[in-house]
Each structure stands twice: as structure tokens, then as C-alpha cells.
């Protein structure tokens, strides 16, 4: 399961409850949150290859419409003519195919990394960690070689490459990946911000904490399963309309004349 709770007087993770099992503290509902740990393999991650795709390809169409467009405003149609019969577009395939290549390389380079995640009251979040760090692995995320070699001096050589936040007030659109396990977490709803990786042993308890804070928000695109009804509102009860004086006089005599009947008392008491 991965449902646990966080305990602040013993500083360690326990069994979701209202009391703590170890010192009795009282556990908030807060406290209880989903948190799991995966190995990722960033050349086989499609995760890692929307990151970069998302920013290479628009790049590759911009230069494209932009050479265009010089090109155009520079000789008119003739001259556009003449740029794309030249093979234009054949070498800027060739180009985007070589920087495909070039980061599918690094990515293969990189070498293995831990996913951590954790779904708690204030939103998703996720750390990713480098284990056993390299010079040349640090060097291919873009990162300086030191922190490898200071890594290696402690009892557990791990070096945090990054921490991605959202909070629940913030996503925008929710999709679920069931075939992969996945959920994708969007804000604004075009663009992707985490994508969290589940086993088959906590997809369910993820899923439950999603629904709970986001299945009643409108403004959230979410996919069926996600959504909660909401509770009907209260019905509210029109004031009764005031009776006329006539009809009040009439009920209350006729009140006073049964109870009148009712005791054998004198009519007019």
C-alpha cells in the first residue's frame, strides 16, 4: 500500500490511523498522503523524451516558417520557389533526425535514476535522484562534476537532480494512462507538469487522493472516473404567507370553543 502518514514526534513514516501505532501522537488528516519510489530509464521514458521533444520540435517549426518568411518577404514567390527546389526541406529533416539522435545518445549515457512521489493534502510532487553520480553523468544533465565527486564521499552516494511541485489549486486537467500506469498532471491544461509513474500496487490509492481533491472542481478537465457527484445542495423552505386577521379571529374562537366544550365551561371564559 502506499498510503502512509507522517508522524512529527517520531520523525518517520507509519500505517495511516488516528493515533500513531509507535508513540500514540494524534495524527491529523493531513498526515495521510501516497508516496512511492521508482528506477527510471530515461532513453526508454517517454516522460523524459516529451520534456525535450515538447521544446525541440516548435523550435524546428519556427525556424522553418521563419526562413520562409524571409525568403518570401526578401524575392516574393520566386524566390521561395527557388529555396525549397534547392532541398531546404530535406537538409532541415536531416538536421531535427541528427538532434534526435544526439539526445536519444545522452539520454542512453545518463544512466539510471530514482523517481520519488508523493501525493499528499497540498498537491503532487516529485524528486528525482542520481545514484552512484559520475563526472561525465552529471556533465550530460548539465550539472557540475563536483557533486558527483562529493556524493561518492558519503555512506549512501545520492545527488537530488530536481523537486517539481503543483499544487491541487493549480492543475488544470488530470489524464489517466491507465496501459502505463501513468497520470498526467497539466497546469495550464496545454502544458504537461508532472507525470506520475504508479505500480500496480498504488495506482488505486493515488487515484483515490486525486478524486478526493480535485472530483468536485468544475474548472478542472477530468476524465469520468475522477469526478464526484456533489452532495445536493438543501432544499430551503419558503416562509409560510402571514394568514389574514379575519381567518386568525376565526380559528382562535373556534379554539376557545372546544376547549370550552371540552371542560364544561361556561361559553365566553
Known sequence: MALTAYCKKCN??????????????????????????????????????????????????AVLIFVLLAEWLSGGTEALEKLLMAGFLPVLAILLGCAVGIVGLILALRGKELADYVVDSRGVHETRYLPRPTPLKML?????????????????PLVELGRKDIAWKDVARVQLWP????????????????????????WEDAIAMIREKLGRKKKVLLPPSLVTAAPPAPRKRKPAAAAPPEIVEA????????????????EGL
Not at 191 to 199: A, K, N, P
Open 140 to 156: 550530460l544533465r548539465f550539472r557540475s562534476p563536483r557533486a558527483a565527486r562529493e556524493a561518492m564521499e558519503e555512506e549512501v
Open 251 to 266: 380559528l382562535e374562537q373556534l379554539r376557545q370553543e372546544e376547549t370550552a366544550e371540552a371542560f364544561d365551561l361556561p
Open 179 to 202: 496501459e502505463k500506469c501513468m497520470i498526467l498532471i497539466y497546469a495550464p491544461a496545454w502544458w504537461l507538469r508532472i507525470g506520475l509513474v504508479c505500480t500496480p500496487f498504488t
Open 12 to 61: 518517520r513514516e507509519v500505517p495511516p490511523a488516528e493515533v500513531c501505532p509507535r508513540c500514540g501522537t494524534k495524527l491529523g488528516k493531513n498526515a495521510v498522503h501516497a508516496a512511492w519510489c521508482l528506477e527510471r530509464t530515461p532513453v526508454r521514458d517517454w516522460l523524459c523524451w516529451n520534456e525535450i521533444m515538447r521544446v525541440l520540435l516548435p523550435a524546428g517549426l
